[in-house]
């Protein structure tokens, strides 16, 4: 686990956090266990970013351009610290499933392919957490969000509510707005931070997110 200095305010918000590089996972792929040390250096991370943790993944199917594979891997959120070997083992064990092997052969390669890291981030209980498209009917944005933890979103496991927003951050369509209202600033808020995505990878980006006015 690497422990970087600080780089300054991002111009995104985005909880504090470490990551593990894909040697480890590498390591774990070849030797069927995780490398000794690693849980300790996760359990430090975690007591440092306030005891309660996200462990998500970064695989080389999942968020590249060219092989996009997101919502595949599911996130997970520890706890406690005897969660966190199982948490780490199930996500890298996710890089070899038969549905990752499928996707891989679909692009004439195999699962030994997948190069796979790992986030440790702050969880951050949200007010409100879900999935923006950006580039809908023009420079409209969607956004599709629950109250809780989006991962139930993502998956599929329910619809939450829906908003076709403008640019200049009106609400065109919405359905179920009602009964998860946003206010006018968290609207301006996610229009903002989905432009400054948008112009960092240009054309119809999908964008997790989370909500909560503590961060």
């Known amino acids: 686990v ?21 040697e480890v996972h590498d390591s774990y792929i070849e030797a069927g266990k995780l490398p000794a040390g690693l ?46 070997s199982d948490a780490v083992e199930e996500i890298f064990k996710q890089s070899q499933s038969k549905e990752v092997e499928q996707f891989m052969a679909i692009h004439s390669k195999s699962a030994q392919d997948v190069k796979m890291g790992l986030v440790i981030q702050e969880l951050i209980v949200p ?4 999935v923006i498209y950006t580039g809908v009917n023009g420079d409209n944005i969607l956004v599709q969000y629950i109250d809780d ?16 927003v403008g640019t200049d951050s009106a609400i065109l369509e919405s359905s179920g707005f009602e009964t998860r209202p946003l206010s006018t600033s968290a609207v301006q808020q996610l229009v903002h931070h989905s432009r400054i995505i948008e112009n960092l990878f240009p054309g119809t980006t ?10």
């Open 127 to 130: 007010e409100a957490a879900g």
């Open 206 to 215: 999908i964008i997790q997110f989370d909500k909560t006015t503590a961060k």
């Open 149 to 164: 933890f989006g991962a139930s979103l993502v998956d599929g496991e329910t619809q939450g509510s829906a908003m076709l």
């Open 2 to 22: 690497n422990f970087p200095a600080s780089t300054g305010k991002p111009v995104i918000p985005v909880p504090d956090g470490y990551y593990i590089t894909t």
């Open 39 to 84: 849980v300790a250096e996760v359990i430090r991370a975690k007591n440092i970013l306030g005891g309660k943790i996200a462990i998500r993944s970064v695989a080389n199917c999942e968020d590249d351009i060219r092989l996009s594979m997101a919502g595949v891997f599911q996130s997970r959120y520890v706890y406690s610290d005897s969660d966190i």
